[in-house]
């Protein structure tokens, strides 16, 4: 039976095409913008480096002080200058929050549409300078070829992504929570990377509503320059083609990059985990020996986002342990793993990978089973498609009897207001640019080229001591290191000889 259902799997990745499956969303980021580990470049409006100490949540009277006169208040340079705010002192401030996401298709009849999205982007093939103008051909084959194929994967999930109807009601639910606990007006927008609503038409819709203090928070709890940085990258670009909107005394903003060490967001986690749990019944821990087990599955990256100073695998490691700490332990019989899913290519991603996991645990007789993932913050087709339906019959395959998956947080309670606290504590404490927040996670230019701090207004004090104990890394430091981008070239070139394979022969070759 198992040998059976191996060979109808089989089947069904031939037929599909695994390279537009679960891992759709991270393929097409990983392919371009991974393997040469692209640092973010660009313009960034004059702000303070940002606070990086941890301290208790301020009163919610000083909150309110702080966001309604959008004190973003540390000095801008070496120089003494005035304070930061949002707008001129005459003008009450208006308090925006920019979610950022990767998006995804909502019908099947997007599905073409965002696939030309993907790989008509620079960052997620990039072709030889004399093919630069063929991108977008090249671009328009590959999502016509690839959209039958994927849209069956979205038709396993009931036709399309909800990742937009979950970052929508993340949002509604925060600014709920804001005006609730803190009696404060907030507007919340959600800006996608490719598909709609685009980072774009979110700063356009920033701006007509006449927004000047903006919190910028990527829903991605742990830093990768492939999805928060990415995002980035977008707005730096926008920053930089209109800093007569969004430049200095237009639109103040300041970045939460990372929070996967808050309280509340692992308190959230492993509320869920436990819920999990608790959920095996007696009959079944007999079977398992009294044992559960929880495997917390992360998305990969490729390993040379890691040489190049990629801080994510560190952040999930650091994430899994906190949320471990808070869980019964070995005592109790629950015992952690970690692993990394949708691997892309035929490079080296980060190990071990969860379809070598879930057999190995299967041999060593493991039964119960609580899948969690870990860098997801609401339901997509990695979690709904690729867990729910690929790893679970893999599971069951290896002779894991008793799954469980863990959901996303989507709107847990706990969690959203754990987004309302993050928001409010940002507006608080000093504010840490696009660029700062880049350049503090090693998300710099690809090419050598460094970042001019006196262009940008970087603050000389820092990015919150990330690194130079509170100076700005020095330009030595900014530049990857030749070995670091040797890696990233010999990787893209075995991805691009892999995608001329597949476009010459019309059969996929690709391995998650």
Known sequence: MRRKR??????????????TRPALVWVGITIGLAMTARPCQGFSQSVPSFGASKRSLPSASALQQAATTA???VPLSTTVDPPLTATSTSSPSKVGVLLLNLGGPETGEDVEGFLYNLFADPDIIRLPAPLAPLQSLIATFI?????PKSRAAYDSIGGGSPILQYSNAQAQGMTESIKKRYGLDVTAYVGMRYWKPYTEEALEQIRADGVNALVILPLYPQFSISTSGSSLRVLQEEFAKHSEWYGPGKLAHTVVPSWYDRPGYVSAMSNLIRSELDSFTPQELKEGGQKRHVLFSAHGVPQSYIEAGDPYQSQIIDCVEKIKKTLPGDAEGVEIH?????????????RPYTDDVLPSLGESGVKNLVVVPISFV?????????IDIEYRELAEESGITNWRRCPALNTDVAFIDDM???VMEALAEPAQSVTEACVANNCGDSGGALIDEQMLGISATGVGGVGAEGNLLTKQEQVLKESERMNGRIAMLGVGGTLLVELLSGNSVMHL
């Open 143 to 147: 999502s016509k070829r690839r959209a």
């Open 378 to 386: 609401s339901e997509h087709i990695e979690t709904l498609e690729e």
């Open 420 to 422: 309302a606290d993050m």
């Open 338 to 350: 970690l692993s990394y899913q949708s691997r892309v290519g035929p490079i080296e991603w980060l």
């Open 6 to 19: 191996r060979a109808q799997r089989e089947r069904h990745e031939s037929s599909t095409g695994r390279w």
């Open 71 to 73: 004190a973003f208040d």
